[in-house]
């Protein structure tokens, strides 16, 4: 018996693991993925199972708790956003080597217009790359279908899967049909091919081809219920969309387009249905999310000039995200009426929240800097980004996560004084550590501000896992301790922390100041629970 629930894109997939017989369930928050997790950790069939599921340091560790899991033979998942695909690609990448033995599906959430997120890159290039299958969902459905699905692929090509999700999709909501009765989990096994886990280059030698002859069968498996070709009487123009690009043609088109259309939901793409469209008609639009991967294939094969049409050619725009109406203007479909914007809607941008510590940080930094010919700081991923607006105007780069501490050591080696770098409790546990372990080995004179809200503050207040053990991962790491100064982040404290904060700069070498003061919103919620308890 099936029942209808009402879900984001993110709890679609995260409901179709659990259904799917999924183990285990390792992420990094990070929008628009962050619901993947909190779902799997609220849902009463993964708390009765155990299902165990984890906020990871990082994404790279994510990845690696998930393929133990596999190598035991179980199914799991590692959830990120796109960029964190990054920080994992190193065991990503040699996960396709290795395979899998239980189904793992590795989730990536783009974010197209960059709502959240430094760039707007596509994770799609990573499958090719690595040679694993993508899955791509166009709905709420698919997403939660595409699970079972995922697990299955896996198990019967034993390769890792990585399922792309982006930011519409993932945040809205649709009524999804699920499974009256959830899968059993997998026992535990052993790989039947135990050198390939071993990837010393003699065994990595034997297995590539292996990895490469997969990958070609992965290509016929893709025509499925999710890729598939419907025909049109109107042979001029053929369609290729993607994903959730799909449902843009079909509401462009009132659900009856002219045009075939060639739905492509898994990759590497089945090239005889794209032959077989673009034999048929004399020109190919190509409506994807994201960055112009298949219209690029497309270009790549041969086809004459103006053939292909998209992203690169203009007909659809080149940065953002798709629309409905953008896919309109594409065809030449009159637009839509638009409702005017009602005067008392203003824009408003992103702001620290009042009573934050990041706040008490940035006026006691400024305070300081002043005092100093041309200072640098050097800011991180974070909420305290935002210190780079006003009225603070407090750091100088953000480039990714950890970079604060290590842009600060290079700038330092190159002569910069002050060197600042300011980063968040979170994120040094995420990537800082290592950065700082270069500055301590070479005792750079740079001062690393760690503004310590005891969360994951900026996607909605995860466990952070350096609380509570900042100072003794600095010192453990070798810092010296009388360097690392704990200070409190509050309105009351501003001059003193100033004058921590001068008398570190002046100090040669390297310190680090640990400005500690918990978020206001999960102190709001912390308070609450109590309360409730009471």
């Excluded at 969902?137 to 997403?143: G, H, K, L, R, S």
């Excluded at 896992?465 to 900042?470: H, I, M």
């Amino acid at each position: 018996m099936t029942k209808r629930q009402l879900l984001l894109g993110n709890e679609a997939f995260a409901l179709g693991a659990i259904h799917a017989g999924m183990s285990g369930a390792y992420a990094y928050p990070g929008t628009p993925s962050t619901e993947i997790l909190e779902f799997v950790q609220r849902d009463p069939i993964a708390k009765e199972r155990g299902v165990h599921s984890h906020w990871s340091a990082n994404e790279k560790t994510a990845v690696e708790e998930a393929l133990g899991m596999s190598f035991a033979g179980r199914r799991a998942i590692a959830a990120m956003k796109h960029v964190g695909l990054n920080v994992a690609a190193d065991p990503f990448v040699n996960s396709a080597m290795t395979g899998a033995n239980g189904g793992l599906i590795v989730v990536a959430a783009d974010d197209p217009s960059m709502h959240s997120s430094q760039n707007e890159q596509d994770s799609r290039f990573y499958g090719a790359f690595a040679r694993i299958p993508v899955l791509e969902p166009a709905d709420q459905q698919e997403a939660y279908d595409m699970a079972a699905y995922g697990f299955e692929l896996s198990e019967k090509y034993a390769t890792p899967v990585l399922l792309r999700l982006v930011t519409r999709l993932a945040h809205s909501r649709a009524a999804v049909a699920t499974v009256g009765e959830p899968a059993p989990e997998n026992p535990m096994s052993n790989p039947d091919k135990p050198a390939r886990w071993v990837l010393m280059p003699a065994n990595s030698r034997r297995r590539y081809p292996e990895v490469l002859d997969t990958y070609n069968a992965l290509e016929d498996a893709a025509s499925t219920r999710f890729t598939h070709l419907t025909d049109g009487p109107d042979h001029s123009i053929g369609i290729v969309a993607s994903g959730i690009a799909w449902n843009y043609v079909m509401e462009a088109f009132g659900g009856e387009c002219p045009y075939p259309v060639l739905k492509v939901a898994q990759y590497p793409i089945p090239q005889k249905l794209l032959r077989q469209l673009a034999d048929s008609c004399k020109s190919v639009m190509v409506v994807e999310e994201g960055q112009p991967v298949i219209e690029e294939s497309l270009r790549g094969i041969g086809t004459p000039d103006g053939f292909v049409r998209g992203r690169y050619t203009g007909e659809l725009p080149r940065t953002g995200e798709l629309s409905v109406e953008s896919v309109r203007r594409a065809f030449g479909i009159a637009a839509a009426p638009v409702p005017a914007t009602p005067e008392a809607v203003t824009p408003r941008p992103p702001a620290l929240c009042q009573g934050c510590g990041h706040r008490d940080v940035f006026h006691a930094l400024n305070d300081t800097l002043s005092g100093y010919e041309s200072p640098k700081v050097f800011g991180d991923i974070g909420c305290y980004t935002l210190g780079y607006l006003a009225p603070f105007r407090a750091i100088d780069t953000v480039v990714d996560m950890g970079a604060s501490i290590t842009m600060a050591k290079g700038a330092s080696d190159a002569g910069q004084h002050p060197a600042v770098a300011v980063i968040g409790d979170s994120t040094f546990t995420h990537s800082g550590m290592t950065g700082l372990l270069d500055a301590i080995n070479e005792n750079s004179n740079i001062t690393v501000v760690i503004s310590d809200n005891l969360t994951t503050a900026m996607t909605g207040g995860q466990d952070s896992q350096g609380t509570g053990k900042l100072r003794d991962i600095c010192i453990g790491l070798g810092a010296a301790p009388e360097h690392v100064v704990e200070i409190d982040a509050s309105p009351r404290k501003v001059a003193e922390m100033a004058e921590v904060f001068r008398r570190e700069i002046d100090h040669d070498g390297l310190s680090v100041i640990i400005a500690a003061r918990e978020c206001l919103q999960t102190a709001r919620r912390h308070n609450s629970s109590k309360t409730r308890r009471s």
